[in-house]
């Protein structure tokens, strides 16, 4: 059986890339659209993080760039955000242009927002940090309910009893430590941290060096001024 003859091996500056001596010119390669380029990678993927009360009112809340600058527009966001996200199973949404990944927790709603081609496991992995290492920080034995109830007779079931009664109140009485987790796991919209067990050492590191409280504090004034001073601007 005879051999199929090779295809000649063109030699410098012929083939697809040069045009035969007087044939057509190529043609030339068209722009890629624009929603097809693919966007500069960039540390700060984390929009906001906050989190509700069953009622849809905030009880914490970050935001990381000027989104929304002003306090009446990210009680709007957020107000909408839980009107679209409180109903459903779900845990990824996508809202005016943003990746939104949220979890709800007995009467909390907690939310992570990143930008709309940010990754979901990445902003996953964040909600899920904060989820366990607020977890761990406003666990029962932590709390007034923990010391109450290691006095019963069955403190598992006092628990029981009280869990959806109190589970806000723990967050609110140990507000500090949620700012403090909070800060280990994002920075700026930087994302510093994704175990929850470094978040929780270097909680506990900070705690054991006796400045959790007016670290703290101070924190939580400045947060504070800020919101009174956009809510003045507004």
Known sequence: ??????????????GAAAAPAGGPAPPARGRE?????LQEPSLYTIKAVFILDNDGHRLLAKYYDDTF???????????????K?????????FFGGMTIVYKSSIDLFLYVVGSSYE?????????????????????????KAGARASSCKDPALYLIKQWKNVEKRWLLENMDGAFLVLDEIVDGGVILESDPQQVIQKVNFRADDSGL??????????????????SLLK
């Open 85 to 93: 996200t409180s109903r459903t199973d779900s845990e990824i949404a």
């Open 1 to 14: 059986m005879q051999r199929p003859e090779a295809w000649p091996r063109p030699h410098p500056g012929e």
């Open 213 to 230: 409280t007016e670290h703290s504090v101070a924190q939580v004034l400045q947060s504070a001024k800020e919101q009174i001073k956009w």
């Open 119 to 143: 990754n979901e496991l990445m902003l996953m992995s964040v909600l899920t940090c904060l989820f366990e290492s607020l977890n761990h920080v406003l666990s029962p034995h932590k709390t």
């Open 69 to 83: 600058p002003s306090m009446k527009e990210q009680m709007a966001f957020e107000k909408n955000v839980f009107n």
């Open 33 to 37: 659209p624009a929603g097809l380029r």
